[in-house]
Every structure is written in C-alpha cells, then in structure tokens.
C-alpha cells in the first residue's frame, strides 16, 4: 500500500501542473483502474484534501507554494502528511489554485463582476479578471464558464490557450479543453481569433457553436439543446452514447469513472442532476442492461448486467 500511496501523491501533483495533456488524464485513468489498491490509495489521498480544508491558512499557503516551486518537495510533503495525518487543523482549504476565482470538482460559482456582466464558473474551473480603463478581460484558465455581458463601452472579451472570443452584447458559454476551446453562443454574437493566426476571424450567432485551436478555427455547427444546463445544475442527453455521458459526468464528482467497452455504445436520453451522482448512476442501473462495480467511492465502472 505504501508504494500506491507514494504514486498517488505523485499523480495527484502531475494532473496539478499548470499544463496537464490528454495522455496524462488517460495514463492516471489506466494507473487507477488497474489494481485496487491503486484506487484505496487515491481515495485516501482524496480524504487528506478534505481533511486539509481545516489545516491553518500559513501552513497551507507555504505548502502550496512549495508545491508549486518544487515538484519533488510537494510529493514528499504530501506523502509525509498521508503517514502522520492532519487531525486538529482548522480553517485551510488545500488547492493547487491561483486564481481570481475558482472551483473545485462537482462545483459551481455565479458570480457578480464589478461592471454588471455575469459569470458562471463550471466544476474544477479557474479564472483571472483584468479589468481596467480600456478592456473588460477574463483568462479562462480551465474549465467551463458562462457569460452574461452588461452594457459597457469597453470591450468584454475571453481569452483561452488557444485565442480570444470577443463578446458582442451577448450571452455565450467557454470551455477550456486539451488543446481546443469551445465556444458556444446563447444570444447575439461572438467573434472568435485563433492565436496563432490573428488573421483568421470567425463570427458565431446565437444557437451556434465551434471549436478553434492555437491556429484553425472548427466549422460552426448548431448548438445542443440545454448546453449550458449545467449553470442550474442539471446534465440534459439527447441520444448520447453511455460512454460520452460518463465522460461528462466524471468531470463533477473526484476519482475513476467509466465503463467497460461491450456498454460504451449504448445510447440514452435524460436530465440528471449534477450535484448527484449516485442518483444518476443507480438511474442508469434501472434503465440499462449494466450494474455497477465499485471497489471505493472513487473507482466505479459500468458493467454489461442482465438483459
């Protein structure tokens, strides 16, 4: 167990690095399913963050620094604290965030900026505000956000790894991704620039949607309905396959989750509440020819079961 635990800490540091590539994600996934150990470890590890949330602001603050500074540092910090752990610390929340305004997995944020515009901030997302005389500038760090302009004479715009999304009076969502962005329009328009090829400019209407990367932009494409549910919480499917709808909802609770293949195609429509899980899961079970395998509350895969 020990040697799962020292490789626990040592992913949870990885997929907290400023830049984290899909075949990272896809490596930490084959890691977690591929012993049950693995899975016990990081659930620990998961219980030591929580615990974290009650250790002492100075204590934290130093912590993550290090963390930051120094990745072998953190790994050893953190392995130390499995060991000894951390009863009787009150009042820090342990965060690799540095950030205006942040989530963490499975929650959200609505927020009031200082100029009227609102902002909702999806599960495990990150964002920086520059406001000043001439922009009205939000740096999506990752996740998800939705935005809501107010009438200003500077302009709103978002800004990605991969570009910028000018906001023209209008109501639109952005996700960070690897290597991609999308953005999705509720009302009036948006103009999108790549940042790698300033001159390419896309414009995209309400109802639309597209992805772009550091140097193309994607074809615009109609927007799904109820995209932007997750801002009230709810994931609503129109025939999606069981694997894509595990994918998304994998992204609002900690740990593996995931199917075997023979179920990966089976398709569903529905609305599920985000803020829980388990209730969508043991929905799933009722409607669907799987059963669920659980070996923690952070390790669970969907099964072929009884017809």
């Known amino acids: 167990m ?53 250790a002492p602001a100075a204590v934290g603050a130093a912590t993550l620094e290090q963390a930051r500074q120094q990745r072998r540092a953190a790994v050893k910090m953190l392995a130390l604290l499995l060991g000894v752990g951390v009863v009787g610390w009150q009042g820090y929340q342990l965060s690799p965030w540095q950030a205006d305004y942040a989530t963490r997995v499975g929650q959200r944020r609505h927020l009031t900026l200082a100029d009227g515009s609102r902002l909702v901030l999806d599960t495990d997302t990150q964002v920086n505000l520059h406001f000043d005389g001439q922009q009205r500038l939000i740096v999506l760090k990752q996740g998800e956000i939705l935005v809501e302009t107010a009438k200003d004479a500077r302009p709103l715009s978002v800004q990605s790894a991969e570009g910028r999304i000018l906001a023209l009076g209008t109501r639109f969502a952005v996700r960070q991704g690897h290597g991609s962005t999308r953005v999705t329009v509720e009302a009036h328009a948006v103009e999108v620039r790549p940042r790698l090829a300033q001159a390419q400019v896309m414009r995209a209407e309400a109802g639309q949607t597209l992805t772009f990367t550091a140097d193309r932009i994607g074809p615009l494409h109609p927007a799904a309905a109820q995209s932007s549910a997750w801002a009230r919480g709810m994931l609503v499917v129109v025939d999606w396959r069981l694997d894509d709808v595990l994918a998304e909802l994998s992204r609002y609770r900690p740990g593996y989750l995931g199917c075997a293949p023979e179920v990966a195609g089976l398709r569903l429509s529905g609305t599920f509440l985000l803020n829980d899980s388990e209730a969508v899961l043991a929905n799933l079970q009722d409607s669907l020819p799987v059963h669920i395998r659980r070996l923690t509350r952070y390790w669970v895969r969907i099964e072929a079961g009884a017809a």
């Open 2 to 54: 020990k040697r799962a635990l020292a490789q626990a800490v040592d992913w949870y540091v990885r997929l907290n690095e400023s830049t984290v590539s899909p075949a990272t994600h896809s490596q930490w996934q084959a890691w977690l399913a591929a012993d049950p150990q693995h899975a016990q470890a990081w659930a620990r590890l998961e219980h030591l963050q929580q615990r974290l949330a009650q």
